[in-house]
Structures are given as structure tokens and as C-alpha cells.
């Protein structure tokens, strides 16, 4: 089992809907989570970091499921511009080394 | 403030050539990181320092690859010699220090293509 997993998509929503991904990950041990954004072409960036009461930023939601070991994010009234590669990023437990999975592919449609 | 800078953003190599990539992290930024992107995939960790000191170097194919980070400042990462399978956008990134829910600031990357 990979220790990061991802849904690669894409997911084809159009401009206003509602998306959620998901993201397992294979340690119950680890600490930190994140999401990262990835535009063509360009780096990844740091989208939000997922705590265990779940937090919010704007449009986007992300929340922690420790007892079945996946973290999501929500997306909601998608724009345009939320067309983009969404990483997941979990530590190795005990450690400050980040595994990223493959990434989910978003495109919203005019 | 100066973002993560990568050198050269683009290289094409023939097989079995060397080549040497630059990164100059964010300054007062302690941990450096690089990372191989294959296309359709996730960033892979090569290689993770702390200040000059390596942390991580597990998944760094050692027979081809080094890379060292002079004064805890800039790094360089080597490939010689080069493999079809290399070609890939090496990314750079750099965060403050080693602590859990860290961000990490990427570099634009270099893009290497290996005939």
C-alpha cells in the first residue's frame, strides 16, 4: 500500500459546483498534513495545512480523519481558476520528511 | 521577499552526460529540500538538508546523483552520468526549520530532458 494515495481525476465540475477530494494515508502515526496546489507547469504551493479540528479558508475546507486515516478538501462555488493539480502532503511519522501523493487533477468548465 | 531561485530552469543532456543543477533558498531558511517531479506524478524526496548537514538521503540514487549544500546556504545537485529515466523537473524547496505542519517553499524548478 502506497503510503500517500490520491484519486489522479480528473474531476470535470462545472464553474459554481461543489468538489471534494480525498487522500489516504497508510501511517496512523503521522503528524502533519497539508494541501498543496500545483498549476501547469509551475510549482506547488501551499494551499492549506489540515488540522484535527478541521479549518476552513474561504471557499476551501480541509478535514482530518484520523480513525480511517484520510484527510479531504472541499471545494466550494469552483472558479475558473480552481483548475489545478491538488497535492496531498503527509509526514513520516517521527520524522520532518513529507510524502506527497500523485495528485488530483481538478478542471471547472465554463 | 525573494522566492526559492532555481538555475538553469531548462536542460537538455544526451545520455550519459553530467549536469549540475543550482538552488538558493530563502534567506534564513534551515532545511533544504529536493525534490525529482516524473510527469503525472507527485514529488519524489532525493534529498533533505539541514543547514549543511544531510537529514534525509534514502530515496538519492548515490551512484549517479550527489548534491552538497556549502554554508548551509546554496545547494547543487549532480547527475553523472545521466539516465533516459532522469529526465524529470527537479524542485527545490526551503522551509524555516525542521518542526511538524512546516511549510515548504518551491522554486520554480529545472526541467532536464535526457536523449
Known amino acids: 500500500r502506497k503510503e500517500v494515495e490520491q484519486d489522479p481525476g480528473p474531476f470535470n465540475v462545472p464553474e459554481g459546483a461543489t468538489v471534494a477530494f480525498n487522500c489516504t494515508y497508510s501511517?496512523?502515526?503521522?503528524?502533519?498534513f497539508f494541501w498543496y496546489r500545483q498549476d501547469c507547469r509551475k510549482e506547488p504551493k501551499l494551499l492549506m495545512s489540515v488540522y484535527s479540528s478541521g479549518n476552513e479558508d474561504g471557499r476551501f475546507t480541509a478535514q482530518l480523519n484520523r480513525a480511517s486515516q484520510y484527510i479531504s478538501l472541499l471545494i466550494r462555488d469552483s472558479k475558473l481558476s480552481d483548475s489545478a493539480t491538488y497535492l496531498c502532503v503527509v509526514n513520516r511519522p517521527g520524522t520532518y520528511k513529507y510524502i506527497f501523493g500523485t495528485g488530483t487533477r481538478l478542471k471547472v468548465l465554463a | 521577499e525573494a522566492g526559492v531561485a532555481q538555475s538553469p530552469r531548462y536542460k537538455i543532456i544526451e545520455k550519459r552526460q553530467s549536469v549540475a543543477f543550482w538552488c538558493n533558498p530563502i534567506s534564513g531558511h534551515a532545511t533544504l529540500y529536493w525534490y525529482q517531479q516524473i510527469l503525472g506524478q507527485g514529488p519524489k524526496l532525493l534529498i533533505q538538508?539541514?543547514?549543511?548537514?544531510?537529514?534525509?538521503d534514502s530515496q538519492l540514487p548515490k551512484d549517479r546523483f550527489s548534491a552538497e549544500r556549502l554554508k548551509g546556504v546554496d545547494s547543487t545537485l549532480k547527475i553523472q552520468p545521466a539516465k533516459l529515466e532522469d529526465s524529470a523537473v527537479y524542485l527545490c524547496?526551503?522551509?524555516?526549520?525542521?518542526?511538524?505542519?512546516?511549510?515548504?517553499?518551491f522554486g520554480p524548478g529545472t526541467r532536464l530532458l535526457v536523449l
Open positions: 524547496a526551503s522551509s524555516l526549520g525542521p518542526t511538524y505542519q512546516e511549510t515548504q517553499y
Open positions: 501511517n496512523s502515526a503521522s503528524q502533519s
Open positions: 538538508f539541514q543547514n549543511n548537514g544531510v537529514v534525509d
